[in-house]
């Protein structure tokens, strides 16, 4: 079992910057993928950004590209994502995600077991 639990959140003007953080614990040997997803309030979970464990290869959806950066601390089992640059539109409760297998697409929400219990973002405009 992994568990998930992410800091970080809180209100921010748009424009502006926010650091989220997830540490996981547990079997954190076997994670092989982590993901950040977000859940705006009447609309699905979608996918943000996710990073392989042990390549670091990274991915984003297109509204965050070059605004939004996720890395990895392996020797804190922290993952990170940096957000800046902010708008209203990423105003969601954002989630952790972990899963222990390689396949299927990064942004399927069905494809991670563990989930953490998500940090609010809220942007103002």
């Known amino acids: 079992q992994v568990q998930l639990m992410e800091s970080g959140g809180g209100s921010v003007q748009a424009g502006g910057s926010l650091r989220l953080s997830c540490t996981a614990s547990?079997?954190?040997?076997?994670?092989?993928?982590l993901g950040w997803f977000r859940q705006a309030a009447g609309k699905e979970r979608e996918g943000v950004a996710h990073?392989?464990?042990?390549?670091?290869?990274?991915d984003y959806a297109d509204s965050v590209k070059g605004r939004f950066t996720i890395s990895l601390d392996n020797a804190k089992n922290t993952v990170y994502l940096q957000m800046n640059v902010l708008r209203p539109e990423d105003t969601a409760m954002y989630y952790c995600?972990?899963?222990?297998?390689?396949?299927?697409?990064?942004?399927?929400?069905?494809?991670?077991?563990?989930w953490g219990q998500g940090t609010q973002v809220t942007v103002s405009s």
């Open positions: 995600a972990a899963n222990n297998y390689n396949g299927g697409r990064w942004s399927d929400v069905l494809g991670y077991p563990y």
């Open positions: 547990g079997a954190t040997t076997s994670i092989v993928r």
């Open positions: 990073i392989f464990t042990l390549r670091g290869t990274t």
